[in-house]
């Protein structure tokens, strides 16, 4: 029972690291849409 204890929280682990990734992405891709609309919006 130890050892499969141990698997869960190492499961948290990655699914957490997964997670805190994918927000990361999310908010790159955020600023660069941001980015990308203020860039248009002053060539215009």
Same mark, same amino acid.
């Given at each position: ?5 141990? #698997?869960?929280?190492? +499961?948290? %682990?990655?699914? =957490?690291? !997964? ?7 999310? #908010?790159?891709?955020? +600023?660069? %849409?941001?980015? =990308?609309? !203020? ?6």
């Amino acid at each position: 029972p130890f050892s499969r204890r141990n #698997n869960n929280k190492q +499961k948290e %682990k990655k699914n =957490i690291s !997964s997670s805190n990734l994918s927000t990361i992405f999310s #908010n790159f891709f955020l +600023k660069c %849409k941001t980015i =990308i609309t !203020s860039a248009k919006f002053y060539v215009k």
